[in-house]
């Protein structure tokens, strides 16, 4: 069955890094679009970085825009976001997913995605 394991989550000050990572199995991993969402609590699910099929267009709500990096190895279908100069506003619990046919801003959004995993936990302290 399908399964994406995120990992890398944890805890760290404002202005350090994280690197998430996120391994998917059981589907055709190059034939889908690859995003990272975060959540806090009360709050909607946002979309924090998107990168399409083939790796060669990526997208970033404009939050984190400079400071996130989204890429993708095809040889171990995993997905990673690098996180850097993390703010306190960055804590949340964050999710990859996987989603076909996504076009454009559509990388962004939860509801154009198939799969998802469990979450990992980011809290940036101040």
């Known amino acids: 069955q399908v399964q994406l394991v995120e990992s890398g989550g944890g805890s760290v000050q404002a202005g350090g890094s994280l690197r998430l990572s996120c391994a998917a199995s059981?589907?055709?991993?190059?034939?889908?679009?690859m995003g990272w969402f975060r959540q806090a609590p009360g709050k909607q699910r946002q979309g924090v970085a998107g990168i399409s099929s083939g790796g060669t267009s990526t997208y970033y709500v404009d939050s984190v825009k400079g400071r996130f990096t989204i890429s993708r190895d095809s040889a171990k279908s995993t997905v990673y976001l690098q996180m850097n100069s993390l703010k306190p506003e960055d804590t949340a619990t964050y999710f990859c997913a996987a989603g076909q046919r996504l076009t454009g801003t559509w990388h962004l959004k939860p509801n154009y995605y198939n799969y998802w995993g469990q979450g990992t936990q980011v809290t940036v302290s101040s």
């Open positions: 059981g589907y055709t991993y190059s034939g889908y679009s």
